[in-house]
């Protein structure tokens, strides 16, 4: 072929072809939706985020400069699949296109659910959500700390029921509730109100609700973002989760203390109504004085019994005096007359004399010496002849009838001694009455009664006859 033959086919150079191409991938796509699963993101110390989107058959790059991260909508993650909107643009120093995203949404509900169970079992496994961690609100606080926007009806909602049920301090600490950044503020205001000093210049709240209205699954998201969970579950303040409508789930309901189907539901959960709990405070009044009145009829009827069973302690004292004086009174005769008793008592007795025994055990010992001085003579006689007899003597026999004889010789010493004999030796003299029986005491001897003295040496009869300072003569 000739070169030097002049052709039609136009000429560029490598810029004006490269901004040629871009400038009709611009023009010809403008803004795109493109669904796929995120893959290979990277964030760059410079802001940007570098990443592809995929499906089973093709792949294309993507960026997402860092001015567009506060309207992304949803920041990105890797294996989600999710739908990006952008424009198709050329990168000219790798002759590349790609995708230059403008905001970030999971692929529908399902996508988002199977994230949001996913991290709900990671979390589960790690036991944020256990009962055990679950504390009980106080019931009645003095500060209530609010993390919700300031703009809409759930504060509105929140203050008009808690004035309602019983008026309380509201402390409310303004967040985004949907969108960029939404999640990183409700963490922060969580731990903000837990980091608040108790006694300091802001009030401690005794309690915690996170609100938010009703919406769609996407504008829920912040409450289901792992950053908030944690802050939640590490909440030092008892928390209420509030977040869309009765059926609304999301995962702060699962770290928070108490979950409210509604903000309203968590204000009438804070703070009880003054109307019930004065009724009640009136019902347990009534209650408790009705039990105290019963513990006092109780008390009462068991002094009632104890009473009846008590003695009549003046009437028992009127008898023991009356008692007292009795004795009292008996007393000293019962003296003379147990005396008198006596004296008759040892009177019929009668005491031999010792004269008596002596001879008696005098006799005895005689005729038990006679006894035995027979009796070997018998036996002596009778054994004559037999061989050795002869040698037999009555020493021992003898021996022991002196030894009697002195120990009977010393009892009769003894008992002499002992006898009223002696006494009378001294110049005493036994007085008896007619009967024998001794009389001992002068007031019991009556005028011209018989009487017998007895000395040492006889008896002599006597009659008393007359009186000398008040004793018988």
């Not at 703009?151 to 808690?162: M, S």
């Not at 009437?315 to 004795?327: C, E, F, G, K």
Request: aromatic share 4%; with cysteine.
């Amino acid at each position: 072929m000739d070169e030097s033959r002049p052709h039609n086919i136009p000429e560029y150079g490598v810029a004006d072809l490269a901004g040629a191409i871009r400038r009709m991938l611009e023009g010809a796509f403008g803004r795109v939706r493109l669904r796929g699963e995120i893959t290979e993101m990277k964030r760059y110390p410079s802001g940007h985020i570098y990443l592809s989107l995929k499906d089973q058959e093709a792949k294309i790059e993507a960026v997402i400069w860092k001015g567009s991260l506060r309207n992304i909508g949803t920041m990105p993650e890797n294996g989600a699949e999710m739908i990006a909107t952008g424009r198709i643009s050329t990168y000219a120093d790798r002759s590349k296109y790609q995708l230059v995203i403008e905001r970030l949404e999971y692929a529908g509900e399902g996508a988002l659910l199977a994230r949001i169970e996913a991290l709900r079992k990671r979390l589960l496994e790690e036991g944020l959500f256990d009962e055990v961690r679950k504390r009980p609100l106080p019931v009645l606080p003095r500060v209530i700390g609010v993390i919700t926007s300031e703009k809409g009806a759930v504060i509105q909602d929140i203050r008009t029921t808690i004035a309602r049920r019983f008026p309380r301090h509201i402390l409310l600490w303004p967040v985004a509730v949907q969108g960029q950044g939404a999640a990183e503020q409700i963490a922060a205001a969580i731990r903000g109100f837990s980091a608040l000093p108790a006694g300091g210049a802001v009030p401690r709240p005794d309690v915690l609700i996170v609100a938010r209205g009703g919406g769609s699954l996407e504008d829920l998201m912040a409450f289901n973002e792992e950053i908030v969970i944690r802050a939640a579950a590490e909440s030092t303040i008892p928390l209420i989760s509030a977040v869309g409508h009765e059926t609304d789930t999301t995962l702060i309901d699962y770290a928070s203390d108490r979950r409210a189907p509604t903000p309203t539901a968590a204000a009438e959960l804070a703070v009880p109504a003054r109307a019930e709990l004065s009724a009640a405070l009136m019902q347990t009044g009534a209650r408790h004085a009705q039990a105290a009145s019963g513990l006092v009829n109780a008390a009462r009827l068991r002094l009632l019994r104890a009473e009846g069973g008590l003695p009549d302690v003046p009437t028992r004292l009127a008898q023991s005096r009356q008692r007292l004086d009795d004795w009292g009174e008996r007393l000293p005769r019962a003296a003379g007359t147990c005396i008198t008793t006596r004296a008759q008592q040892l009177g019929a007795l009668r005491i031999p004399h010792p004269r008596e025994g002596i001879l008696a055990r005098r006799a005895a010992v005689e005729a038990l010496g006679l006894r035995l001085g027979s009796a070997w003579a018998r036996r002596r006689d009778g054994l004559a002849g037999a061989r050795g007899l002869s040698r037999l003597s009555p020493a021992p026999v003898l021996a022991t009838l002196r030894q009697r004889r002195t120990q009977l010789e010393g009892l009769a010493a003894r008992l002499e001694s002992a006898s009223y004999t002696s006494v009378l030796a001294r110049g005493f003299a036994l007085v008896r009455d007619a009967k024998g029986a001794p009389v001992v005491a002068a007031g019991a001897i009556s005028p011209g009664q018989p009487l017998h003295l007895t000395f040492a040496d006889g008896e002599v009869g006597v009659s008393a006859d007359g009186t000398r300072q008040g004793r018988l003569l």
